[in-house]
């Protein structure tokens, strides 16, 4: 872009962009005019688009009419001017009088300098510049100028030379430089713009400014609660970035707020543009991402095009696996990731100098031009196989971790994961061999999808099994998670319902522990259903069953901890039983979540035996051991009841007051509800209740609608599971 500048004294140049409303800023603003006043060289980075100019230009303007100093700005220009042999436009022409004021030499010699035109030397045209301007500003009112250099990213190297020289040779000049990187220089402060935060409603600094613009295009507009949420969701759209909401702004001259984010979602939001923009590069937000990329090494471009499939957040060895390869060596990606988080496509997330793995995020835009490129490349469909096995291998590592009593590093690498692992687990498979080797990724996450997220979990289970090529031994291990989930499952030709295919599989396959979990999630259908004594039954039964360290399902410490809440209302004495041989067992293995089940029944216990103190500590304590940045466990919410609920009684007691038979059978009541509610429960069946079937073993006293046999079929597996229990 030309620099317009203007002729004039050794007093303020007029600014290099138009004026534009300086909305949400006000804090850097302030953090901007402290830093100038404490040091001699700030520079603002940030992303493409995030508004460096307009901060440093306005703040600038600003401070020199409250200090009365001078101010040079100096925008470079566009990079097609690079290497063409024609002389830079911007540079200031000379004043009426035919020669240049000292303000304007020094401003051609700096041009000159970041364009090649001139070598950096301090006895040259540069140095005299400099000792030209330094005099005539050495008046008391012309006192510290302040030199903007404005988008340097095009003449890094050269800018940091000559920003050193200059605050060498001029002790009172101020420089603030505008980049997407820091220069790297000792003195050097650094101001980071992100994006304008979004949230609910038109008070969000990113609303307002699109708003603010679309006001001037459009004085008329008129918002309602659809056009208010629209905005919103256009904002959210376009990560807050400044340049992408003007350019939105711009199209609501012909599109409502409503139609403009359909717009967005359906076609995507790089074609976004402004045909009068200042800068030619940021006439679209393709053309700007464009000219990062141009910066941009070519290895660094490929791991931009290939990191932009994550979905999410993503650490180094995530990026490490899916970059490898193709012109990029695995020990290369590291630096890639710290040169693109220079250039602002990345952005570290949480602590880089902490304990948890340093993670970094892209915003909508970066990915959606790393997907484009991809595609242009024709790496997609790789890309796509590469990160499917890597989910898998993540979801395998997240399982083992739950398994060995990394229960709370189990749910973090979920959680930090989660968008990645949709991503590819909610994408169509292809064939059926693409199902097979998703589905242990689904299974490997039984614990996330029973304790946090059962909808999801049914989908996508019931997606796969009905995709899948229906290998028994993996579809078959489905079942009871699918049960529990409540998924409507099809299991082909077997002629059962899932667990019983699932119990007929495991039987024939010798696995305990398959069959100990069907038992385990048949419990819970009893319990939920009202039948305290077969679940009691069904989970005695699952103890036997499930061996001590099983992966892959709920423990057997898990079965004793939930069979100790089933008998906690009606069998005291065992229940406690129960619930201290689940701490002892689950203790030794570190799993917390068999822990908890076991201490809530505990407190449930104290609570019906009339110690409301013991009974509020435990729930207090338990509720205190929760990590505010994990997921919320089930049953929180009723240990939070039962803790209100004893502290009342507690207080009634303390008062004299004692608890009335009513009040009594109230918290009674309450106390059921709860240990009902500590355990995810599988969601009532769709279809009506069958007549109950009496099957032996790990089976007995489960509905025929959950079991789905037909009385012939009953008594050959009820034999069957007679004749596995004596041998």
Not at 3 to 22: K, M, S, V
Not at 331 to 342: H, K, S, T, W
């Amino acid at each position: 872009m030309t620099w317009n500048g203007t002729a004039g004294t050794d007093g303020p140049w007029a600014e290099p962009c138009a004026a534009r409303p300086l909305i949400g800023r006000e804090r850097e603003s302030a953090l901007l005019h402290g830093l100038l006043s404490r040091h001699r060289l700030v520079t603002v980075t940030g992303p493409v688009g995030v508004g460096k100019s307009l901060l440093a230009v306005t703040a600038l303007r600003a401070r020199s009419r409250v200090t009365a100093t001078a101010l040079l700005l100096v925008r470079v220009p566009e990079l097609a001017a690079f290497g063409s042999g024609a002389p830079w436009p911007g540079v200031p022409a000379p004043a009426a009088g035919g020669g240049r004021t000292a303000a304007q030499r020094l401003v051609a010699a700096v041009l000159a300098v970041l364009g090649g035109e001139a070598e950096l030397d301090a006895a040259g045209e540069i140095g005299a510049a400099l000792d030209a301007f330094t005099e005539a500003v050495s008046e008391p009112e012309h006192r510290e100028p302040v030199l903007l250099l404005d988008d340097v990213d095009a003449v890094q190297a050269g800018a940091l030379r000559l920003v050193a020289l200059l605050l060498r040779r001029c002790p009172v000049l101020r420089v603030v430089v505008t980049a997407r990187r820091p220069l790297g220089l000792g003195d050097e402060r650094v101001l980071r713009l992100a994006p304008l935060p979004v949230r609910s409603g038109l008070g969000a600094p990113a609303v307002r400014l699109l708003l603010e613009h679309a006001r001037t295009v459009r004085p008329g507009l008129v918002l309602d609660a659809a056009a208010s949420a629209a905005l919103v969701e256009i904002c959210t759209a376009l990560d807050g970035l400044p340049l992408a909401l003007t350019h939105a702004a711009r199209q609501l001259d012909s599109l409502e707020p409503v139609e403009l984010a359909e717009r967005l979602r359906e076609r995507g939001r790089l074609g976004l543009g402004d045909p009068a923009a200042d800068l030619p590069r940021h006439r679209t937000l393709r053309r700007a991402l464009g000219t990062v990329e141009a910066q941009c090494d070519p290895r660094d471009r490929i791991v931009w095009s290939r990191v932009g499939m994550f979905a999410g957040s993503f650490t180094e060895e995530s990026a490490a696996a899916l970059c490898a390869g193709g012109g990029v060596d695995a020990e290369q990606v590291p630096a890639c990731l710290v040169r693109l988080v220079a250039a602002g496509v990345l952005v570290p997330l949480g602590d880089p100098a902490g304990v948890r793995t340093a993670r970094f995020g892209m915003s909508r835009l970066a990915a959606e031009f790393a997907r484009e490129r991809l595609a242009e490349a024709g790496g997609t469909t790789a890309a796509w196989d590469r990160l499917a096995r890597h989910v898998v291998r993540i979801a395998a590592t997240a399982g083992s971790l739950w398994d060995c009593g990394a229960q709370a590093q189990a749910v973090e690498l979920v959680q930090d994961e989660r968008p990645n692992l949709l991503a590819v687990l909610r994408r169509p498979a292809a064939t059926p061999e693409q199902a097979d080797a998703l589905l242990p990724a689904v299974l490997d996450l039984w614990f996330w999808w029973v304790r946090h997220d059962p909808d999801e979990g049914r989908r996508l289970l019931g997606a796969l099994l009905a995709r899948c090529s229906g290998a028994e031994a993996l579809v078959h291990r489905a079942q009871w998670l699918a049960v529990w989930l409540g998924a409507r499952v099809e299991v082909g030709t077997v002629g059962l319902d899932p667990l019983g295919a699932a119990w007929a599989a495991a039987l024939l396959a010798d696995d305990r522990a398959g069959v100990g979990r069907i038992a385990f999630v048949q419990a819970l259908a009893a319990w939920r259903d009202g039948d305290p004594e077969a679940a009691v039954r069904l989970l005695r039964e699952a103890v036997e069953l499930v061996p001590g360290y099983a992966p892959g399902g709920p423990s057997a410490a898990t079965v004793l901890a939930v069979l100790a809440l089933v008998e906690a209302e009606h069998a005291p004495r065992r229940a406690r039983r129960s619930a201290w041989r689940a701490i002892t067992w689950a203790g030794g293995s570190g799993d917390g979540w068999s822990c908890r089940l076991a201490r809530h029944a505990l407190a449930l216990l104290d609570a019906h035996a009339g110690r409301p103190g013991p009974a509020a500590r435990r729930a207090r304590r338990m509720l205190a051991v929760q990590r505010p940045d994990l997921p919320t466990p089930p049953g929180t919410a009723a240990l939070r009841r039962l803790a209100e609920a004893v502290a009342a009684q507690n207080v009634g007691v303390r008062e004299g007051e004692g608890v009335e038979p009513s009040a009594a059978s109230r918290s009674r009541r309450a106390g059921r509800v709860d240990a009902r509610d500590a355990v995810p429960l599988p969601p009532p069946p769709g279809r009506p209740a069958a007549v109950r079937s009496e099957v032996c073993g790990a089976l007995r006293d489960v509905a025929e609608e959950r079991v789905g046999l037909r009385p012939a079929e009953q008594g050959r597996i009820g034999g069957a599971q007679r004749a596995s229990r004596r041998n």
